[in-house]
Each structure stands twice: as C-alpha cells, then as structure tokens.
C-alpha cells in the first residue's frame, strides 16, 4: 500500500518497480530473497532506492521461515548486491538507500514515551527481522556501501482497502468501516494508546527521507519517526467530531483476548526528538488522521455510502 | 581463550568442543558457518551449549566477508540446527544456550553509565554482528527453539599470552608486559575510561548464565555484565599499588590517534543492574584484576621474571 502510494508520487521517468507479485506498474516482479535477484535490480545504478518488501508481521509470526527469508535474507541481499556492484568494475556506486522500518522493534515494558536511544527489544519475529535490517543499515552506511536511512514508521492508520486479519487491524477498522457505513468490531478496552501516522504522513516521511543530508544523522542511521499517540477512545471521540454520533455507534464492542495481549506489547507514545530536528513531521491530531482518510480515499464524503454487499 | 578457560571449568564428561582450529582438548574441529556442520554438533542433543565462536574485532572490520560469515551466518546456522533437531522425528529438544555478545554492541555517543535500557547502536562490524545475534537469540528463545541467554562481556583484561593487534591490546598490554619485565606501550592519554572485568570473572558469568533460571529474563535475553570502570589512569595506579613503581616505569607513552579514535567510541561505564540482580559479580577493583592475573597465570609473583628474548 505504501509502496504504491509512493511510486504515485514518484517521477515516473526512470522508475523500477520491483515486487514479487504482479501489480499496477511493477516493471520487475522478481523474489528479491532469491539467488541473484538483487543483483539484476541493481545493475542500473539507481541512485536512490527505497526497500519496502516485507513479509508483514502476522505472516512473519506465522511462517518462521518465510519471515526470516523475505525480510531478512532479502534484505540482506539487496545490501550485498549495492556492496558488490560499487566495488565492481564499473567503479564506485552509492546511493541513497531508504528503509522502511517499524515501531515493531520496540517491545514492552516501555517508559511513557520512547525516547530515541530507548532499546530495541522486539516481542514478534516481524519486529526482529526489522530491528537487524536497521543493524545491517547502519553498518553498511558506516563502511560507504550506500547512504542508508532507517525511517520507523508509526502503524498506518487510515489504512485502506479491506480488513485483514493484522492484529492491528482494528485501529483502522474502527474508523475506515464506519466511515463507509459498516459496522466494525472493537477488540480491546478504549484505554489502549497507540502510536499513529496517516498514509499521507507516512509518504511524506519517506520522500523527506530520500533528501535529506544524512551527515546529520551520524552513526545511527534509522529514525523514530513522529506520530500522534491516541488511545482507542480517542480515536472514537475524533471520529465523533467529524463524521457524527450514528457513524460512531457502529463500533460494536467485542473483547479479545489474544488480541489485547499482543497489543499490549505494543509501543504507546514516543518522543521523536531527532526526526522532528531533522524536518519530518507527524499529522497534528487524530482527527487530522481522519480527514485525510475522507480526503484521499473517499472523496471528501464523511457521509457514509451505502454498505457493500 | 575465554573458550579454553571455560571448558577447564567444565565437568568433562560428555563435553564436545568445537573449534575452527585444532587446539588442545577440541573433539570436533570444523567451520559452524559451513553448511551441515552446526546439525553435527546438535545431533547428540546436548542440555547446555556455551557458543563463543567469534570472529574477532579487528578482523571482522579487516574482512567484512568472513565476520559476516561466521559471526552471522555460523550463529544462525548454529540456531537454525537447534532449533531442526527440535521440530524432527526425535521428538522436543530445548537446550540453555549461552552466547557471548560484548559491549561492542553499543556505540558513542553514551550517556555517563549505560543502562540496561540503552540502543544497541554499535560502531563497527563485530558490534554489529554480536547484536544481530543477539536479536535472534531473543526471538529463537520466545518461540520456545531453545533457551537462550546472552552475555554482554566488558572487556577482558588481563588477557593473558602475548599481545595482540586488537586495537583494545594495551589495557592488558599495560598490565601484562610490565608484570613480566617488559615494555608496554600506551597509545592513550590515561583519562580514557572502559569497562573490565577479569577472565575469573567472565567464566563465573558464563557459569552462573548456564545455570540461571531463565523465566526471571522475561523476554530481554540479553544482559550487560556488570565490571569494573577504570581510566587508563586508574589502571597504571593500581599496578602501582600491586607491583610497585619499578614495574608502573615499564610504561611508554606513545600516542597514536588511530587507536584513540576507535577507543573514543566505545562504552566508559554501565549501569549492569538487571545482571546484578540476577547474581552475577564484577570483580571489586582494578587492583583485584591485577591479583588475578598475577594468581592465576604468574603462578602468585608480582616480582618480574627475566625478560622475554
């Protein structure tokens, strides 16, 4: 989702889009985690590539080695592949590497807000294969195999498209089904706080990520990025305010146990101090998170279409 | 050398040692980073595996391959074994597995102690690979492979035998070479502060680590050992103090800012609080670090021997 609302925003002209399936403009459709893969994709040279290929956390927690392949080995390839390519024949190459990381590689017990030299101690395999990405970054940038950014991203929120079955996926759910006039199912108390930014943030942060002078960054190569930290209820009061009480009540309450326990290990506020110097910026508020949801994918209509069969 | 104390420790009954080279007492001699060679090893399922092979510090930044391939890949391959040996036809297999990690998994800039919550942000390769181990540690011992404990060693000094180029040489140089009659060389100002801790005392951690009830960890698997912080100043003083001044005199100070450079960035002191709690001891000074080394490898003299030819 990401990736593609970014190629969007992208100048199209010498673009590659790699996935490993088949989507709307992918000029490459390759396993990037397979023997030789890598090393095609970057042939070319491109000076700036963003590595967003990840089996995602539900997957990864399911499939030990499917998660360990993909998001490690893949990404570890495509960093061998950079390393190689700039000590070949051609001469040096080194560009500008942006990686999108998570908040998955924090894990409880947390302070109120995570600072930025707060420890990485992921709770899921997603969260480790994403933490050892970051290690790798930031080995490779230090020895000028490329010029790595590590951008954390808060979880997305609206996300769109249909429900999956994220343990996450309510915290989009409760706001993108009412919205459409359907009702959601709510797994936890209101009191869990989470950390949030909107797909248009998440773009943003990325695109900012590709110029900034990573001389500013030092050593440590990957970002905390902002976000708006908001518990459930909170969520629910900005969905109130902006799209009215009859589209709140269609948040049907329905504990979860097992739910609750995995987002319980879940970070709930940072303080993104070094992105905020460095110029990234969070939405101002949920309700902001919100309206961009409306704006961006529903047309500017708060008003609930009629339920999808 | 840590491995060679260790196993003297070490009930010999049914002890496999594996090493990459032949030494006094290795039963196996093979690379764990070749592929079927850690399955070997775990075949005869043993309860407790001590796994301290490593790639050291200069040579995983002299030769980015080979640190990455044994220090990453003989890691993984060791717990990818375990965890095969434990999802085949014999039926469950657990085994306590205790992995040396080091403080070269964090990197300046630190705050006054390090505490136990602090980034693994580490400055080369070595750190680098020692945290990523780590990662997989944490991640193998909550999916249940195996039950998994990491220890982060201060550095250790007096390392015994002749010195080495591991840019960390003189702070046992400084102490070894006088006590035996000879030169030192100093490439530091004496206000450089690190952290120590005796080979005594890092074969107590590993023994106390094997031993540990591991439930008490939760899920941070990984402990920053408690030492002993001392400035190089600190250092000369107590060997003083122990030996005299005739021995303190053995010291040349040469600076070498290469040298300084790579030992600016590593860590001075620590809170090792969460090690404490759990039983494990430093030493009590720099000067017992001294006793021990004179104990445990001059055979109890202080008095230097004739010099070396």
């Known amino acids: 989702m990401i990736g593609r609302k970014l190629t969007a925003r992208l100048a199209t002209e010498e673009l590659i889009l790699q996935d490993v399936v088949p989507f709307d403009g992918a000029s490459v459709v390759s396993d990037l985690s397979a023997p030789g ?5 970057v042939a070319s040279r491109p000076e700036l590539i963003f590595h967003l290929a990840a089996v995602v956390s539900g997957e990864a927690e399911a499939d030990f080695d499917k998660g360990y392949r993909v998001n490690l080995d893949g990404t570890r390839r495509l960093f061998e592949a950079i390393r190689k390519e700039g000590g070949g024949a051609a001469g040096p190459y080194r560009p500008r590497l942006v990686f999108t990381s998570s ?51 808060p979880t997305i929120c609206v996300r769109p498209g249909k429900p999956n079955k994220a343990a996450s996926g309510f915290f989009s ?10 009702e959601a199912v709510l797994p936890v108390p209101e009191s869990v706080r989470h ?54 009540r269609l948040i049907r309450r329905e504990p979860d146990r097992a739910i609750l326990r995995i987002v ?11 992105a905020l110097a460095l110029g990234f910026r969070a939405d101002r508020s949920f309700e902001e998170i919100i309206r961009i949801h409306i704006e961006d994918e529903l047309q500017g209509s708060s008003v609930p279409r009629p339920a999808r069969a």
Chains 1, 2 share one sequence.
């Open 103 to 153: 908040i998955a590689v924090f894990g409880a017990p947390f302070p109120e807000a995570i600072g930025d030299e707060f420890l990485s101690a992921p709770l899921t395999s997603y969260g480790t294969q994403k933490a050892i990405g970051e290690l790798l970054l930031s080995d490779c940038s230090r020895r000028g195999f490329f010029d790595g950014i590590g951008i954390r991203l």
């Open 264 to 274: 319980e290990g879940w970070p709930p506020s940072f303080d993104a101090r070094r």
């Open 37 to 41: 893969e890598a090393e095609k994709l």
């Open 173 to 182: 759910g409760i706001i993108r089904e009412p919205l459409a006039g359907e």
């Open 195 to 248: 950390w949030f930014a909107s797909p248009r943030a998440a773009i943003a942060f990325l695109l900012h990520a590709a110029k900034i002078n990573t001389e500013r960054l030092g050593a440590r190569r990957n970002l905390t990025m902002p976000g708006v930290s908001a518990t459930v209820g909170e969520q629910i009061e900005a969905l109130r305010k902006v799209a009215g009480e009859k589209v709140a």
